[in-house]
């Protein structure tokens, strides 16, 4: 008896081969890729790694017309050159596959994993059903258990949800794209490829509709008064107790009846809270946490957790879930991470408790638990590597915790009958919070102890001008929870799609910002074929997945649907598509001109552009006063790589405009434009976070390969 094993990855294969073998473990060189030769029990077991998935979709005749819906599954490098390196581990697999007698799928379980293992199945090994592996960690312990209980049959709810979702996104991606394409090049005056999907086009549509309430927003003045007094050598300042004084008449009043040497203090409260300890990580909350802290974004987030993963440091991160099940044996997971150092202490301190019960979050995941550590101890980590592990770790630990407490305090100062308030919070027992330790962001404000009726020295009271903001701009952090909690996107997928919008150059900056060719597409989509925005079409093909996922829809049913859906859109596209073409070439050439137009020249007052080297064929910042009267030679050297975008501010000390360089993969930055600038002088911290973008670069590198 001879069985195939197959992993989604060779990190996944060679964890699957250490995990199972008896003894020796065989290290197959192969056409320049690897897999592995293992006994047990007497039988041969290969296990050999995919590299993601080894087949997609093509659509079978030719031509560029649209709609299509004529798709067929073909090997990933017969369809696009930069799979090529697929080619290689499709061979190994095909060759092995054809000495086996027994095949198991043990590929990571969730949608992707199951369509991978299936697809390989299916296309090169000729069967349609095996076993299945089900695991969410890489450890030796789980691994064997998952051998030793395989499932005796593929999930074919999981698998058939999956293929739905490919076929659909392909069905979406393919025709909109060219459908877009083919208008702008028709009726544009600049070619450019325009590019949407079944998520991407709502998810813009939403960030579109922040983006005009903040440029329609009109601001409305209003005043604040601070009341600053000190006790013993300390400044504390009190705010009126309207926030807000919408007329100035009366803010104006107020500072002069306050005008006195002294205020009393008419009222003092103090409250205790019990603030819960946090639920564990699933992957939007680690996405969000990471983001805020670190400044990374989802996608690269994503990619660390993975790297982790596939060592086996971490469980499986692509899950929804906030529980953390009692078979997970939580007590052996301590009692490992009590070997490492800097947790040892807080395991000590939690056995220490009446019982180890962790907090637990309300959501559920049917395939995996909540993100957490193995206990496995982990070879040295780098940068971005070290702080996500040591977040995911002290977030577990915190969990275990029992609640902290906080005491609140508000103190009311009278000014000639004038009220003022201030406020000050701190931590009087951090119980959980010190397992969080640096990750726990709570504002620690002690105000003086004082008493009902004593009296303050008043050292002034301030007038200040304010004015209403506009609508908060979303982070790539808070974007990720607004999209989950309206059901665009998967937990999967929303990291990749905000990624892709970015990539095609309709959204930039941290605060996102959108572009005027993403406005220009939702404008366009929206005015004649709103179908393509639509949440709830969008919402209702991803209950109809999750009700194949459950076996109670059967996928032909929902793909025939949304070719109905598609042809109806396309037909009203094709009534409007010089319209449609008109609008986005508006908004493509805005795009462009802006990108280009970095700011004024500091010297001569023309525009500076990007521009390009006939001779050393790279890009530098110009003055568009060269090819004028005045001749001007300002010039200034940029980034090579990345996009360019211009921030409209300009630099308080050198008066050269503020650019914001958005490189793929790496973290995002902006900097004035004179390389001489005092403000650079600092750069040289910088290079630690320059070193952990090379680390986040070579982490997607590999997990992509």
């Known amino acids: 008896m001879t069985t195939l094993i197959i992993a989604e990855k060779p990190s996944a294969s060679e964890k699957i081969a250490n995990a199972l073998a008896e003894d020796e473990v065989k290290k197959i060189k192969d056409n320049d890729s690897v897999y592995y030769k293992i006994k047990r029990n007497g039988e041969e077991i290969f296990i050999v790694p995919a590299v993601g998935h080894l087949f997609g979709l093509k659509q079978k005749g030719k031509g560029s017309d649209y709609p299509r819906f004529d798709v067929v599954w073909k090997p990933t490098f017969k369809i696009s050159k930069k799979s090529a390196y697929a080619e290689k581990y499709y061979e190994n697999m095909k060759k092995v596959a054809e000495n086996c007698d027994d095949f198991i799928v043990a590929c990571d379980y969730d949608q992707e994993g199951s369509v991978i293992g299936y697809n390989i199945l299916r296309f090169i090994c000729?069967?349609?059903?095996?076993?299945?592996?089900?695991?969410?960690?890489?450890?030796?312990?789980?691994?064997?258990?998952?051998?030793?209980?395989?499932?005796?049959?593929?999930?074919?709810?999981?698998?058939?949800?999956?293929?739905?979702?490919?076929?659909?996104?392909?069905?979406?991606?393919?025709?909109?794209?060219?459908?877009?394409?083919?208008?702008?090049?028709?009726?544009?005056?600049?070619?450019?490829?325009?590019?949407?999907?079944?998520?991407?086009?709502?998810?813009?549509?939403?960030?579109?509709?922040?983006?005009?309430?903040?440029?329609?927003?009109?601001?409305?003045?209003?005043?604040?008064?601070?009341?600053?007094?000190?006790?013993?050598?300390?400044?504390?300042?009190?705010?009126?107790?309207?926030?807000?004084?919408?007329?100035?008449?009366?803010?104006?009043?107020?500072?002069?009846?306050?005008?006195?040497?002294?205020?009393?203090?008419?009222?003092?409260?103090?409250?205790?809270?019990?603030?819960?300890?946090?639920?564990?990580?699933?992957?939007?909350?680690?996405?969000?946490?990471?983001?805020?802290?670190?400044?990374?974004?989802?996608?690269?987030?994503?990619?660390?957790?993975?790297?982790?993963?596939?060592?086996?440091y971490i469980s499986y991160p692509r899950t929804s879930s906030q529980k953390l099940p009692k078979q997970l044996n939580l007590k052996k997971i301590l009692e490992k991470l009590a070997k490492q150092s800097e947790y040892e202490t807080f395991v000590e301190k939690i056995f220490q408790l009446p019982e180890l019960k962790p907090t637990e979050g309300k959501k559920t995941d049917p395939a995996h638990p909540a993100i957490h550590p193995t206990g496995e101890i982990p070879g040295?980590?780098?940068?971005?590597?070290?702080?996500?592990?040591?977040?995911?770790?002290?977030?577990?630990?915190?969990?275990?915790?029992?609640?902290?407490?906080?005491?609140?305090?508000?103190?009311?100062?009278?000014?000639?009958?004038?009220?003022?308030?201030?406020?000050?919070?701190?931590?009087?027992?951090?119980?959980?919070?010190?397992?969080?330790?640096?990750?726990?962001?709570?504002?620690?404000?002690?105000?003086?102890?004082?008493?009902?009726?004593?009296?303050?020295?008043?050292?002034?009271?301030?007038?200040?001008?304010?004015?209403?903001?506009p609508p908060n701009r979303y982070s790539q952090g808070s974007i990720l929870k607004e999209l989950e909690k309206r059901s665009i996107g998967t937990k999967a997928t929303r990291a990749n799609i905000l990624q892709t919008l970015y990539d095609r150059n309709f959204v930039y900056d941290k605060s996102i910002h959108v572009t005027d060719l993403g406005m220009s597409l939702v404008e366009a989509l929206e005015k004649y074929v709103p179908d393509i925005l639509s949440e709830k079409l969008t919402r209702k093909f991803e209950n109809e997945m999750n009700l194949i996922f459950e076996n109670k829809k059967e996928k032909e049913k929902v793909l025939t649907e949304a070719q109905k859906v598609l042809i109806k859109t396309m037909i009203e596209f094709k009534k409007n598509e010089e319209e449609i073409g008109k609008l986005l070439d508006e908004g493509l050439i805005k795009t462009r001109e802006k990108q280009n137009t970095l700011g004024i020249c500091p010297n001569c007052g023309n525009k500076l552009k990007i521009m390009f080297s006939p001779r050393t064929k790279k890009r530098f910042v110009g003055c568009e006063g060269y090819k004028k009267e005045v001749h001007c030679t300002?010039?200034?050297?940029?980034?090579?790589?990345?996009?360019?975008?211009?921030?409209?501010?300009?630099?308080?000390?050198?008066?050269?405009?503020?650019?914001?360089?958005?490189?793929?993969?790496?973290?995002?930055?902006?900097?004035?434009?004179?390389?001489?600038?005092?403000?650079?002088?600092?750069?040289?911290?910088?290079?630690?976070?320059?070193?952990?973008?090379?680390?986040?670069?070579?982490?997607?590198?590999n997990n992509n390969t």
């Open 126 to 312: 000729g069967r349609e059903n095996c076993k299945r592996m089900k695991f969410s960690t890489l450890t030796k312990e789980e691994l064997e258990e998952s051998y030793k209980n395989a499932l005796p049959s593929l999930d074919f709810g999981m698998i058939n949800s999956g293929l739905c979702r490919h076929e659909l996104d392909w069905y979406y991606g393919i025709n909109l794209s060219r459908a877009l394409t083919k208008a702008i090049k028709k009726y544009g005056k600049v070619f450019g490829i325009i590019s949407t999907g079944r998520v991407q086009g709502p998810m813009l549509a939403f960030l579109a509709k922040r983006e005009k309430e903040i440029q329609a927003f009109k601001p409305t003045p209003f005043w604040q008064l601070i009341l600053k007094f000190k006790i013993k050598n300390k400044t504390f300042e009190a705010m009126y107790e309207e926030k807000q004084i919408w007329d100035e008449n009366k803010a104006d009043r107020i500072l002069k009846e306050s005008q006195i040497d002294e205020a009393i203090i008419v009222e003092i409260k103090k409250t205790k809270t019990s603030k819960k300890p946090p639920a564990p990580f699933n992957l939007t909350s680690l996405q969000t946490e990471a983001y805020n802290l670190f400044g990374y974004s989802p996608k690269q987030t994503s990619d660390i957790a993975q790297s982790l993963y596939s060592n086996a």
């Open 380 to 469: 040295p980590l780098r940068g971005p590597e070290k702080k996500i592990y040591d977040l995911i770790v002290r977030r577990f630990l915190a969990c275990f915790g029992t609640p902290a407490i906080r005491e609140s305090m508000k103190i009311v100062l009278d000014a000639n009958k004038n009220k003022f308030k201030i406020t000050g919070s701190r931590t009087i027992e951090k119980n959980w919070i010190e397992f969080y330790g640096p990750y726990a962001k709570f504002q620690e404000i002690s105000l003086p102890n004082l008493n009902k009726g004593d009296m303050v020295k008043i050292m002034n009271i301030v007038k200040i001008d304010k004015e209403t903001q």
């Open 634 to 701: 300002t010039g200034y050297p940029i980034p090579l790589k990345g996009k360019i975008i211009s921030t409209g501010k300009v630099c308080d000390k050198c008066g050269t405009p503020i650019i914001y360089c958005y490189r793929k993969g790496m973290r995002p930055f902006k900097m004035c434009l004179d390389p001489n600038c005092p403000t650079k002088k600092d750069w040289k911290k910088k290079e630690d976070e320059i070193k952990e973008d090379e680390e986040i670069e070579k982490i997607e590198k």
